[in-house]
């Protein structure tokens, strides 16, 4: 019997909906994918920064991905904020008993706002364990970088960078996302074999959270649909484009991205009626 497709997020939470585990969720429905969700740190967060943190334990991140492994098997699973080594070696220890399960690695390090979402000492640990167990890594600029200990400012920084990913650290395959470079926003991807660049014209707004989760979010659940690595990518780039270029004018900070826009080609039809909560007046 056909059965819908399932994709799982490992992540820190955002109560404002823009990031984290929500994010991914709102996705993951959007890709008509049944989300799945572990929490790994409650973070108290909005679109103006963090304001606390609060990381599960490792035995509570167990016992929930317990429940889903022996439950509701995932046909994708994708990482965003895991803190701590202890975590990540718990996340290891659930692929390495999948070895064929889609991998989607988005190794969240520091929000925009400049808080620190990774500890600094965790850096080695997901480039030995994890990166080795990806099937698409998806650093942005800076986040390449400090895995890297280069920086990674150009495309032709990008497209080293995607190389070693994958020759030097294992991916085995790894997108650059150039949301922080200054013209057009350019990501490079590369599989292994080729490289791929995925261009559209940078939107000039300040309404970019949760950009990165989002973009990833859209990998997985693709991956989950069994489509392939070139044709997730060219959905993540056209599904982040119209949620950033449709902006929904929330909150008092960077604002969250529009997870209607790709599905509605804009915004709902009760947008214009709705007073704003918060946005630009
Ligand atoms: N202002 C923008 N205009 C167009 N695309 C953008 C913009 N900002 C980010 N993107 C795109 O959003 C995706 C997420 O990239 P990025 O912002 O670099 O990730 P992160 O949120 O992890 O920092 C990429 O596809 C990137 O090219
Ligand atoms: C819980 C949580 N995870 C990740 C982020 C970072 O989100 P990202 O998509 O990289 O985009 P920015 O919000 O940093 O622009 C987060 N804030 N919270």
């Known amino acids: 019997m056909k059965r819908v497709k399932t994709a799982l997020t490992i992540a820190g939470t955002d109560p404002t909906g823009g990031a984290g585990i929500q994010a991914d969720l709102k996705t993951f429905e959007e890709r008509n994918v049944y989300g799945m969700s572990v929490v790994t740190s409650v973070v108290a967060q909005n679109t103006c920064g963090v304001d606390a943190v609060a990381h ?10 317990d429940c889903v492994f022996r439950d509701i098997m995932p ?11 202890d975590m990540m070696v718990l996340v290891d ?14 190794p969240v390090m520091v929000a925009t706002s400049g808080d620190v979402l990774m500890e600094e000492k965790s850096r080695e640990v997901i480039r030995d364990i994890l990166i080795p167990k990806a099937t698409v890594v998806t650093p942005n600029l800076k986040e390449a970088g400090l895995i890297l200990e280069r920086p990674i400012e150009t495309i032709e920084d990008m497209t080293d960078a ?5 020759h030097a650290l294992g991916a085995k395959s790894a997108v650059v996302k150039g949301g922080h470079l200054t013209l057009d926003a350019t990501d490079v991807f590369y599989d292994g ?12 707004t300040k309404h970019t959270h949760g950009t990165g989760c989002t973009y990833s979010a859209v990998i997985a659940a693709e991956l989950a649909k069994g489509s392939p690595m070139t044709e997730a990518v060219q959905h993540a780039k056209n599904f982040i484009h119209e949620a ?8 008092k900070g960077n604002g969250p ?11 709902p039809d009760n947008f214009i009626d709705q007073p704003l909560s918060g946005g630009d007046e």
Do not use: C, W
């Open 75 to 85: 046909d994708a699973v994708k990482t965003g904020m895991i803190a701590t080594r």
């Open 93 to 106: 220890e659930y692929l390495s008993r999948f070895p064929d399960l889609p991998y989607v690695l988005d």
């Open 244 to 251: 950033i270029y449709y902006g929904l004018n929330l909150g």
């Open 56 to 65: 599960q334990s490792v035995e509570m991140i167990d016992k929930q991905l």
């Open 257 to 267: 991205t529009n997870h209607f826009a790709y599905r509605l080609k804009g915004v």
């Open 162 to 166: 995607a190389k070693i990913f994958v």
């Open 193 to 204: 074999h080729k490289v791929y660049y995925y261009t559209k014209p940078r939107i000039d």
